[in-house]
């Protein structure tokens, strides 16, 4: 994750002096630049800043006109943040199970779609890209939306292009635990013009930020308020900049290695979605025994399955489906019965149980680091 520093506190400063602190018609400068610039880094035709990962997913789901008696497929091991916005929505999440990869396995994707599945939210975990190009296809047979939660992947490109402008929308975060971070924040990234105008009015009580002098494309809808602040989006813009160069010399890294660890004959290097891209470094260990053995190792990390509201099973008011009201409850007006318990995705827990991450420990030279990558797989 990337360092704050003067440059973030100097755009910030600068936010302040001016005074508009909040985003209203063209005194939001800070915010209407942010998002040009972060549309035109990624692709995306258009980007939306939000308070929030699990506020820019919570739009994009409502833009998509998701919501009861919807089915939405969220793989079982994410943040907690992606199932819950299904249900913010009124619709209910079915889990599927990950694969070695640690992103949703196409074959239980296509196991779990049911005549009242809409869409396949695909979680790009901790770097590593889903496998895009079986997911669109599954999606486009199916007739499925696909909403990339691409919290955890800012700025990662899947085979050149960016993760959350591969599916219909996608989700960024600027959370302190991610690749920008402004301490809180996210973004809804989307090509499609409806979608754009309904998450935008979504995110701000049905759109007051703009003059509509010709009007809305869309009829606005009933909102919340989501919107950012010109301090968040001034420090955004400096996060902006150093993004790229940063996964840069992640990826270099990585690859040194991934490399070395994929001599040793203890566990495998996790297989990648997209190998020449990766950032994202992780070890499979052949069972669980073993991975609590390499634990120990310097430069080892956790093991996964402690990764707590990353697991399902650590999902407690999702499992017993408890919501705010006992009435607004999605699993009561779903088209089938939809049941959790701590069994249903058993895969998941195995390949969290025997995968640890590695630290890349980008504050140490390259050389330090290969040290360490020969002491892990000696
Ligand atoms: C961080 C995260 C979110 C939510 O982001 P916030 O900015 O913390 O709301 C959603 N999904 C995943 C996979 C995340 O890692």
Known sequence: MPRIGMGEWIAAGGAIARGHLSRYGKQARYTNCFEKRLAQ???????????????????????????????????????????????????????????????????????????????????????????????????????????????????????????????????????????MNIGEGGAVLTSDERYFVR?????????????????????????????????????????????????????????????ILSGSSEFRVTPHNDADNAVSLTILAPTKEAAVQLQGRRGVWNRLRDSSKHVYTNWEPILAQRTSHPKFNPWAWANREIRYDKDMCLRTLDILDRTCVVNLGMTYPSAVMRRVARGIAR
């Not at 997913?57 to 994410?78: F, H, K, R």
């Not at 009242?116 to 999606?139: E, F, K, L, Q, S």
């Not at 009933?222 to 010399?249: F, S």
Request: hydrophobic share 45%; glycine share 10%.
């Open 199 to 259: 998450a935008r009015g979504y995110h701000d009580l049905g759109d007051l930020i703009r003059d509509h002098e010709g009007g809305l494309s869309e009829p606005s809808i009933i909102g919340v308020n989501y919107k950012v602040t010109e301090i968040q989006t001034a420090m955004a813009a400096v996060q902006l900049r150093k993004l790229g160069p940063m996964l840069e010399r992640m990826r270099r890294r990585r690859a040194m290695m991934a490399e």
């Open 41 to 179: 880094a990624t692709g995306a035709t258009h980007a939306l800043a939000v308070s929030s990962g699990t506020a820019a997913l919570i739009s994009a789901l409502a833009a998509a006109q998701i919501g009861p008696g919807d089915e939405v497929l969220v793989p079982a091991y994410t943040w907690m943040a992606t199932a819950t916005a299904v249900v913010m929505v009124g619709a209910v999440p079915v889990f599927v199970d990950i694969d070695e990869t640690l992103t949703i396995d196409p074959g239980d994707i296509e196991a779990k779609i049911t005549p009242y599945t809409r869409a396949i939210m695909p979680v790009h975990m901790g770097n590593a890209p889903c496998d895009m190009d079986a997911i669109m296809g599954i999606a486009s047979r199916h007739g499925l939306l696909v909403i990339e939660d691409a919290c955890q992947a800012v700025g990662v490109r899947y085979k050149d292009r960016h993760l959350g402008t591969i599916g219909h929308l996608g989700a960024y975060s600027f959370n302190k635990m991610k690749n």
